[in-house]
């Protein structure tokens, strides 16, 4: 379980200092966050592709470097996961262009140079460099507010972490808990 996407992008994006913590308490806070904003349903919802592209892409651009460096495969799970996440975004890309009737946010071009640099082993910082782009123009074409509206508070954290996570990680929050160092 690892902690990017969009809750280190929009911790980043806030000017937040948290980014170099690596502490527990951080890990599991932009957990919760990253639960809160991914949030996504499923794609019954004809208008939640544009967002659930937008958080694949984030975590596209922001875990690739941990796939692939100097044209080589570093972690064959992380690259798998990579092609897998570059196919479901073409995927879901075609579900909103057959909603909309055009490629609204002018991003198939992007999407499709996106999946072939990631099947070529390009460079972390070109792919970060085009999913970034390629989210910004759907961010913008669809109005997506791509961090939550309000801070999530301390109090309701908690109690996500008391409901979901507390029977294994323990109160107060630590990796060691029997049941989560098994
Ligand atoms: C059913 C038991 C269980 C529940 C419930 C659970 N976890 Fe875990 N969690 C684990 C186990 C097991 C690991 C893996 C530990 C390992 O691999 O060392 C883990 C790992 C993690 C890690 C990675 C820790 C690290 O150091 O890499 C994070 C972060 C995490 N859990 C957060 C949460 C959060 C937040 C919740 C509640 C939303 C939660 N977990 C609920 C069992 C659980």
Redesign the pocket.
Known sequence: ???TGSSVSYLASRGAKLRTATS?PF??FC??AA?TILNIAPAAFAQDQPKRLVALLDYLGSDYKNAVRDGKVLSQDEYGEMQEFSRRSLDLFKQLKEIDKADKAGVEPALKSLASQIENKADPKTVLELAKRTKEKLIAAYNIVPYPRQLPTFASGKK??DE??A???GAPAR?TAR????
């Open positions: 379980m690892r902690c527990w890990t599991t957990l919760l639960l996500l972490y979901n996570c029977q294994c990680h990796a049941a989560a160092s098994r």
